[in-house]
């Protein structure tokens, strides 16, 4: 009897384990079953910013971070000059990153497609300033010197285009002279200027120091004029290969509510505060005047990028084929998230 129940008992756990081990093998895989989990989230997201328009919307995505608040492992990077953190991209030092929109062209050629575009994130935001009130139109440049940030990179592009299109040639008609951003905010607010081109928030600071000089020309409005294009002239690129698509779909979640947080004039002071703790902005009193005119936004999807930017790399590439790296990005530079 003893032994038959023993036999009984060994059955019984036997079977209750393969009955175990069938419940385990017909449970879903959490990891396949459309929800967000942690276990393929890179050990670091390194993401660079420019100081200037194109990093003012990032500044509630770093105060999140830092706040533990975000689900992905974020560094963050922040620069003065475009072209340092275009090198850290192709040398993969920096994996997502905001850059001017015709950067990301040459990015994009450069590396044979392995740079795309992920987001639209800032609009126009040029302006011709003046100690004076001689400037009231494009034409009032021909003869004029005009100093100006940004060569090499959308700035320089826009304004020639620009001129152009007015029956100016840079260079003949009107000398233009490259000075980098600060030093030219610098003379520019201090009266040693008399003709400028200046981003925001740039271009925000000195007409804040310096009451003679004023805003003589918006270029958007000008940009509007001349062509049929958006003047589209920053954006977020990412290596996408080097990310599970997942993990950029979090980046573009968690960066949109930036943008917006940013975006919403009920949040100024608080975001006015995150520019300048991130160094992205010189002092609150610029931040807040600044931030309503940085042209934030957050396109994403390959159509609504495509629609926005495919026009403006033809004018590019039209006025300048080595603004945009050689060649007319194709279709393969705008990611659609998954």
């Known amino acids: 009897m003893k032994k038959f129940l023993s036999i009984i008992l060994v059955l019984m756990l036997v079977f209750g384990l393969a009955a175990c081990g069938n419940d385990k093998a017909d449970t879903p895989d959490d990891t396949n079953d459309g929800e967000e989990t942690k276990d393929y989230i890179s050990e670091s997201f390194n993401v660079g910013f420019?100081?200037?328009?194109?990093?003012?919307?990032?500044?509630y995505l770093m105060d999140q971070a830092?706040?533990?608040?975000?689900?992905?492992?974020?560094k963050?990077?922040?620069?003065?000059?475009?072209s340092v953190i275009a090198s850290a991209v192709i040398n993969e030092e920096i994996d997502v990153a905001a850059v001017p929109t015709n950067v990301a062209a040459t990015l994009y050629n450069k590396t044979n497609g392995a740079v795309k575009i992920i987001a639209i994130n800032t609009m126009g935001v040029l302006h011709i300033l003046e100690k004076g009130d001689?400037?009231?139109?494009?034409?009032?440049?021909?003869?004029?010197?005009?100093?100006a940030t940004g060569q090499g990179a959308n700035p320089e592009y826009v304004l020639n285009y620009i001129?152009?299109?007015?029956?100016?040639?840079?260079?003949?008609?009107?000398?233009?002279?490259?000075?980098?951003?600060?030093?030219?905010?610098?003379?520019?607010?201090?009266?040693?200027?008399?003709?400028?081109?200046?981003?925001?928030?740039?271009?925000?600071?000195?007409?804040m120091k310096n009451e003679e000089?004023?805003?003589?020309?918006?270029?958007?409005?000008e940009w509007n004029k001349v062509s049929d294009s958006e003047l589209t002239q920053g954006c977020i690129v990412a290596?996408?290969?080097?990310?599970?698509?997942?993990?950029?779909?979090?980046?573009?979640?968690?960066?949109?509510?930036?943008?917006?947080f940013m975006s919403n004039e009920d949040n100024i002071d608080d975001a006015a505060a995150m520019v300048v703790e991130y160094g992205i902005v010189a002092s609150d009193a610029v931040a807040k005047q600044a931030i309503p005119q940085s042209g934030l936004t957050c396109v994403t999807g390959a159509d609504e990028m495509k629609a926005q930017l495919a026009d403006y790399f033809q004018v590019l590439f039209d006025a300048d084929p080595t603004s945009v790296g050689g060649k007319v990005p194709d279709d393969g530079i705008y990611y659609e998230a998954k």
């Open 76 to 82: 963050f990077t922040t620069e003065s000059d475009a």
């Open 66 to 74: 830092d706040k533990g608040n975000l689900e992905l492992n974020y």
């Open 213 to 221: 000089v004023r805003d003589a020309i918006n270029l958007t409005d």
């Open 134 to 147: 001689t400037i009231k139109s494009i034409a009032d440049l021909e003869g004029k010197t005009i100093y």
């Open 163 to 207: 001129l152009r299109e007015n029956g100016l040639e840079p260079g003949e008609d009107v000398t233009i002279e490259y000075l980098a951003s600060e030093e030219l905010t610098t003379k520019m607010a201090a009266g040693e200027i008399d003709i400028c081109m200046l981003p925001v928030p740039a271009a925000t600071t000195v007409l």
């Open 239 to 260: 290596r996408t290969d080097k990310f599970d698509p997942r993990e950029l779909k979090i980046f573009l979640d968690e960066y949109k509510e930036s943008i917006e």
């Open 50 to 59: 420019l100081n200037g328009p194109t990093g003012i919307g990032a500044a």
